[in-house]
RNA sequence: UCCCGAGUAGCUCAGCUGGUAGAGCAGCCGGCUGUUAACCGGCGGGUCGCAGGUUCGAGUCCUGCCUCGGGAGCCA
């Protein structure tokens, strides 16, 4: 018997008798001589069988495929402009390894919900295989981003004590003889410390938000990766910020080109996305609004139609700064040429899919960070260990901290967030 | 929590002012030696989300409930 390959090698080996195995994706025959779509994880082939040239058993077989029956193929890799990819297999010989009945995913169209019941089998989709290769690569890009700049990782406990922000939107469970642990909702506080230790440091893990959302956007179960460095104020935060996204974008056209291409994504508008980034303070961005014809008033937050309004402006994503201290969070530091703002920003996405960074420089002062936890009236001995960071040897940090799935979402152009992850997890969704 | 929208065959949907439930795909049977979501012919397939009400008669009208989707709020 040939040697197995990988659908992805038989490009290069052309004229060679191999052997193939992997999933049915469909079949057509026109009386003795018929076709399987074959996919293997790495690739896509179609396998031609012509009834005079294979055994019997192999003929009957063929009879018996259905989509995602599992088979194994020996034949002859041969080159043919009428086979998808440019390359297809003669048949010697087709076996069943493991048959397949009424696979529910058929090639027609389905309902959202009706493939979220059927994620696992839907994860196998050619758009799906596309989406998951993607996000692979913007993993993988942000990390070397990261290591080639020497940031230090570090991971962040998912169980917490009373920390974040307020405790209403944290999921919580029992622990031991302790009380109520909290699943983080942000690594951030802790990456804080670990900068006065590193200088530059990340973490990167899921993130858990109890909130009711029910919007394209949001998942209770994300991804997030968040730096933290020592001595940079906000120009430089944002500066880091329009470096690792461009980063990461021309990371994902260098390598997944074919599977943009798949989803059919414009790349165009990913090969603007370069440095530097528009930036846009909050009180100009709300006059711009305003122009626009938004009712968005001065000391609110900008709402998702806002950022949709405010990002069409622009050809690649925008950042946002210095919003209201009122609607920020506590630990966001003061603007001393404004003291009604903070030293923060957002980076929206374009062609409307939001918000994918928020971060700020931090309030480094004890007595004012001290301040801020007792007007939001936090448990203030939960955060002595973080004012802590203040009381030996304070110093000048910021961070951010950019949502992968949201990331992932705009890169690919797919219009919501939950086919960026394998097995999403919202409201109504805790199966499979 | 609030506001919209949708639940009819395995799937996607149509079903008008109330009058005996339909199509495409999938499945099964047959045909075809180059198909590209193949095509052609045939066959089977229903508690119309649930409960109640109006009516001679309800998939259709009314009330309540359930489930799901989108959006608001919150955020990545």
């Known amino acids: 018997m040939p040697d197995l390959h990988r659908i992805e090698a038989l490009p290069r080996l052309g004229g060679r008798s191999v052997l193939v195995r992997g999933w049915v994706m469909t079949t057509r025959s026109s009386g003795k001589i018929a076709f399987v779509m074959l ?17 019997d058993a192999a003929w009957e077989a063929f009879g018996r495929l259905t989509q995602e029956t599992s088979v194994e193929v020996t034949g002859l ?15 010697a010989d087709l076996t069943i390894l493991g048959p397949s009945e009424d696979f529910p995913i058929t090639p027609k169209e389905h309902g ?7 994620r696992h089998l839907w994860l196998r989709s050619r ?24 940031f230090v990782l570090v991971d962040t406990p998912i169980l917490t004590g009373a920390i974040g922000e307020a405790a209403g939107n944290l999921f919580s469970t029992e622990y031991f003889d302790l009380g109520t642990a909290y699943l983080a909702q942000t690594g951030q506080l802790y990456v804080e410390a670990a900068a006065a230790a590193h200088g530059k440091v990340y973490c990167f893990g899921p993130t858990f938000r109890a909130e009711k959302s029910k919007t ?26 329009e470096e690792f996204v461009s980063y990461v974008v021309a990371r994902s056209l260098e390598r997944k080109r074919a599977e943009l291409v798949d989803l059919e994504r414009d790349t165009t508008a990913l090969e603007r996305v370069r440095p530097p980034f528009p930036r846009i303070s909050y009180t100009d961005a709300v006059e711009k609004l305003k122009a626009l014809g938004s009712d968005i008033e001065w000391g609110r937050d900008l709402g998702g139609d806002a ?21 920020k969070a506590f630990y966001m530091k003061e603007n001393p040429a404004d003291p009604r703002t903070v030293l923060n920003n957002d980076m929206l996405a374009p062609e409307g899919y939001g918000e994918i960074i928020g971060g700020s420089q931090r309030e480094d002062d004890y007595d004012r960070l001290l301040t801020r936890i007792r ?58």
């Open 77 to 91: 890799v041969r080159a043919d402009t009428r086979a998808p990819g440019g390359v297809e297999l003669t048949a």
């Open 216 to 241: 394209r956007r949001h998942l209770t179960e994300f991804w997030m990766v968040e730096p933290e460095v020592a001595w940079n104020d906000s120009d430089d935060n944002m500066k880091l910020q």
């Open 112 to 118: 959202t919900a009706f493939l979220f019941e059927h």
């Open 39 to 55: 996919r293997d994880g790495t690739g896509y082939l179609q396998v031609v069988l012509s009834k005079k040239d294979v055994p």
């Open 307 to 327: 950022e949709t309004l405010l990002a069409k402006q622009y050809d690649r994503p925008v950042m946002v700064y210095n919003y209201p201290k009122a609607v």
């Open 127 to 150: 758009r799906q295989v596309a989406i998951a290769r993607v996000r692979h690569e913007v993993i993988q890009a942000i990390r070397d981003f990261f290591y080639e700049r020497n």
């Open 375 to 432: 007007e939001e009236k936090l448990p203030e001995e939960a955060y002595s260990w973080y004012l802590d960071l203040r009381k030996y040897g304070t110093f000048v940090h910021a961070g951010f901290g950019l949502g992968v799935e949201r990331t992932v979402a705009w890169i690919c152009g797919i219009p919501h967030i939950r086919e960026a992850i394998a097995f999403p997890r919202t409201l109504y969704k805790l199966w499979p």
